[in-house]
């Protein structure tokens, strides 16, 4: 499966972003997807992960409360709602698809698609 992540941009603290990510090349939608993010000078970390019926979610517990994971299969996308943000989460950040699972792992070296990253600047 093929992803693009896009929506990544420059916000001030407190403010709103929403990302995407489009899946390509594989017909059905019956696998667990994440997002993963990297800060400057640090290893990539998991975010956020849902499950392939969208009704599993699990997210990291920096982010919790904050971002919302969701996807509509019907348009083969994935979504992170990202709220109430602040400079630590400046970050490119990459959706990735885990297509040997129904249900999100956190590592992500069991991911086995990865979109190119979408750059987040928190900053005022």
């Known amino acids: 499966v093929q992803l693009q992540a896009s929506g990544g941009g420059l916000v001030q603290p407190g403010g709103s972003l929403r990302l995407s990510c489009v899946a390509s090349?594989?017909?059905?939608?019956?696998?667990?997807m994440c997002w993963f993010r990297q800060a400057p000078g640090k290893e990539r970390e998991f975010v956020a992960g849902?499950?392939?019926?969208?009704?599993?979610?699990h997210y990291a517990n920096s982010v919790k409360g904050r971002f919302t994971i969701s996807r509509v299969n019907a348009k083969n996308t994935l979504y992170l709602q990202m709220d109430n943000l602040e400079p630590e989460d400046t970050a490119v950040y990459y959706c990735?698809?885990?297509?040997?699972?129904?249900?999100?792992?956190?590592?992500?070296?069991?991911?086995?698609?990865w979109g190119e990253g979408t750059l987040v600047t928190v900053s005022s």
């Open positions: 090349g594989r017909t059905s939608s019956s696998y667990a």
């Open positions: 990735a698809a885990d297509v040997d699972r129904l249900y999100p792992s956190t590592r992500n070296d069991e991911m086995s698609s």
């Open positions: 849902i499950s392939w019926n969208g009704v599993i979610t």
